[in-house]
């Protein structure tokens, strides 16, 4: 039984691990610094400044010329291999967007 729950938890750590898209069930209290909610949900594909991983050929996030209500549009519903983050609140959703547009445009001066 112990066994058993280990193995699922496993499995469904790697799962999200190397991502596949679907629905995220991470989430942050409400009142946790937005930098912090990027750094735990979003930084193991999006890197910590958002330009993705190996070196930039993976999921950098190019979020320029889009508002952040669109951004946060795709954090709730996801698209492709992108997780839809649901259990997060609208608030969160919309930090984050404008943390993601100010991540990126201070690296594009
Ligand atoms: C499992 C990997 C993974 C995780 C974790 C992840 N993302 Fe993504 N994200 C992606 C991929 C892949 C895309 C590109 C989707 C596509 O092909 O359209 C993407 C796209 C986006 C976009 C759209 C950018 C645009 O230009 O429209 C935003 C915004 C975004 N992610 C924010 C986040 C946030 C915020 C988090 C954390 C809460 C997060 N992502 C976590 C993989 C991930």
Redesign the pocket.
Known sequence: MFKQTLLIIAASLLL?A????GI?D?SAPENTPVAQ??KE??V???GSDGGGMLFGL??A???QG?SAT??AT??LSG?????A?AA?SEKQ?MA??NH?LALRNTEAK
Do not use: Q, Y
Not at 18 to 21: M, S
Not at 79 to 83: D, F, Q, S, T
């Open positions: 999200s190397c991502g596949k898209g995220s991470f909610v990027f949900g979003c193991r594909c999006h993976m999921f996030l190019e979020p889009k669109e951004l795709t954090i698209r492709e291999k992108m997780p983050f997060l959703r984050l967007a993601i």
